[in-house]
């Protein structure tokens, strides 16, 4: 069936799904489960590269700016680590390619962390996010979209989250090392895991330490409104 834009939707529904081809790139559990159960997008293709969860280029110092910058670069790399389909379905009028990537940094931006390799890297994280008590958790999102009349759009765009620990003594710490909680995981945690009992205070949304930060997307996706019409609108007259 011929699906069409309905003329007004609050601002937090998607109402794309029927008409777009989604291109998630990313292995994780976490973003795929935000895209089915609060997007609601039930048909989607994951697209995962061989690469590695850090870039070479590493600044040797960090700030604000080289944190955002080193980011940014990252959620970019994995959009751009896919190709479009040659062609698109009769109904689809545009792919859209999204790529995340999240990091835990210090409150004052001079020190990065990533998914800790091992348990003494995991332990050295959590014991500093516990002493400094407040951290940050960024993520970048970049996005692709190409309509099926060849139109092609991008952005990649941050949010910033700062998050509140409690402190806890060596044996919480190695308590929690041993559930083994910290693995894949930015910062060696995970807030929607056990984690969670840790945290005070969120300042900013949860979605986006969960690893997505689901309502500024869907603002900025809400361009697609005019652009899918108007392929309709070609398709119809063509």
């Keep these: 069936p ?24 990313s292995q994780s559990p976490r973003r795929r489960e935000i895209f089915q159960k609060n997007l609601r997008v039930s048909h989607f293709q994951t ?14 110092e960090w700030d604000k700016e080289s944190v955002i910058e080193y980011n940014e670069s990252m959620s970019h790399h994995k959009a751009y680590s896919v190709s479009f389909e040659k062609s698109l379905s009769k109904g689809i009028f545009a792919e859209l390619i999204v790529g995340a990537d999240s990091i835990v940094v210090t409150d004052n ?65 190695e308590a929690y090392l041993n559930l083994n909680d910290w693995t894949d995981r930015s910062g060696g945690y995970g807030i929607q895991s056990v984690a969670s009992s840790v945290v005070e205070k969120i300042e900013g949304t949860q979605f986006n330490v969960m690893g997505f930060p689901l309502n500024l997307f869907v603002r900025e996706m809400m361009f697609l409104r005019d652009v899918l019409r108007e392929e309709q609108e070609k398709e119809g007259s063509g």
């Excluded at 834009?5 to 989604?22: D, N």
């Excluded at 697209?47 to 040797?60: A, F, M």
């Excluded at 516990?130 to 759009?153: I, M, N, P």
Aim: charged residues 30%; aromatic residues 8%; proline residues 6%.
């Design 109 to 173: 931006y001079d020190n990065v962390f990533e998914k800790p390799k091992n348990r003494d890297e995991a332990r050295n994280m959590i014991r500093t996010l516990c002493d400094q008590r407040t951290h940050r958790v960024l993520t970048a999102v970049s996005f692709r979209v190409r309509t099926k009349s060849g139109r092609e759009f991008e952005k990649t765009f941050t949010e910033e989250t700062r998050v509140t620990f409690s402190n806890l003594d060596d044996s919480q710490i």
């Design 2 to 25: 011929h699906h069409s834009l309905p003329p007004s939707l609050p601002i937090m529904i998607w109402p794309f799904e029927s008409l777009i081809l989604f291109t998630l790139c």
């Design 47 to 60: 697209k995962v590269t061989h690469q590695e969860d850090s870039l070479d280029e590493r600044p040797s």
